[in-house]
């Protein structure tokens, strides 16, 4: 506790489900953090994030930010949530609208002055290299420029945080390498606490301060690993290839894998 | 990749194969036209109409009464497009609701258009108010059906996205459900377009003074045919004039973002 974030035995299910879809979180994420989630599919992770976004009200536990109670003991608080920015799986731009109208009201939902959001604009879009598509509809960009859109509205707004469901998933790995390296420049330069979900584990110890491993559904977070090869990082480096290698070996365990290869080989017999 | 254009039929491009079309279509209607007034009674001939229609065209008062059935039409039509935007909307809201206006939508499906303008002309007597009303009672059920169609296929990531930065209900309707909704709107405004304008019309002909049906009541008082196919001729270029004046430039604005896309 007395994190930027702090999660506290977090429970959600949909609906009236029989199973939960996460079952007694806890995670703390710093200020200024670049804090990833990593678990298999449908353990919850993205389930989570709609909890922080305030989509979703858990059934259970506590959500702390900035040292304000959003969620106490499953119950939202009157309490204001903080300003937050979403990046999607895909961009979740209005395609009709422009790039600057896109963001341009998320700018005005947001309460920023008017007068702010020219400058504001061109900024963004100067640091994401788009600059000169500004008056173009999100249709004629490619998916690449599309994301780096999604990125700048999620900054336009000035988030207490970000939150990103596997953001880079639907594009081709040349692609996201590229808008990785681009986020991590972004986030150096603003200093934005970032909750990043992916299924990745080469994507999130590449990008992150600290890895959150989460149990398979329904979800906890089991381990939390401080990632402590200096930045700027390169996937081809070797300090970063051994931590990949010792949470995939965790994970492996965490998840089953092992009893399933035992399991099978005694079906075999 | 470029397209490569294939020259058409007699070597003609595909747009001027259709201009053609329309062209021989225009003169054998004309030849049939002229053949009928050789062989019948009434029927006036072709010279005739175009003197009248220039007869008419000359007179200030043709276009006050085209103006007046264009007034009642759109006047007509936004309200019936706010009414069924409206239940459309309460209709949304729950079971009960959608079960209340079920019957309403059912009946002025069904209900002939005649009888409409017959109601509107026993309650509101000679007023202009009796068309506007049969106009939006014949368009409601129309944009109801489409509304619903629009709305049950909302795009609910989109309205998440809206959620979370925190949209207001003006910015939730005006930057999201409009805009996904407009094909839906507009299919509705095709299909009652052209409904709207024949009961404007009608409604004309019995509660009216002014407008293009108060001159098919005269001509028919009259007995004056040529007059009768002149005021046809001008209800067409009317309704031509609003459907590629008005709603078709409208539509290719408000789906310009498409365009784009199948450029790109």
Known sequence: MGGFIDIADLTFRYGDAEVLAIAGVDLTVQKGEFSCIVGPSGCGKSTLLTILSGLAAPETGTVTIEG????????????????CGYMFQDSRLLPWRTVRDNLNIAMKAAGIPEEQWNDKLADLLRMLRIEAFADSWPLNLSGGQRHRVAIARALAIEPAFILMDEPFSTLDEVTARFLRTELLDVWART???IVFVTHSIREAVFLADTVNLMTKGPGRVFDARRITVPRPRTYEDPNLAEVEGAIVETVLEAWGYYDQDVVTEETAR | MTAIRQPGRFGLSRTKQQWLLLLAGILVLFAAWSIGHRYSRYLPSPSTVWTDSVHLLMAPG????IVDSVRRLLIGLGGGFIAAFIVSLLMRTGPWLRRFFEP????????????????????????EVGVYVSVGVIVFPFVVVSLNE???????????????YRFGWWQRVRQVALPEMSPYLFSALRNSHALAWKIVVITEVFSQQTGIGSQYKRSYDYFQLSELVVWVLFFLVAVFA???????????????WRVARERG
């Open chain 1, 191 to 193: 200093g934005t606490t």
């Open chain 2, 104 to 127: 309403y939508v059912f009946v002025t499906l069904t209900i002939p258009s005649l009888a409409v303008a017959l109601f509107a002309l026993m309650i509101f007597g000679l007023s």
């Open chain 2, 242 to 256: 609003v459907e590629f004046g008005v709603f078709r430039p409208w539509e290719k604005r408000v789906f310009r």
């Open chain 2, 150 to 164: 629009g709305f049950a296929n909302l795009d609910a990531s989109l309205t998440d996205m809206a959620k979370v």
């Open chain 1, 68 to 83: 304000t109670a959003i969620y106490k003991d499953g119950r939202r608080t009157d309490e204001e949530l903080p300003r």
């Open chain 2, 62 to 65: 043709t276009y006050s009464h």
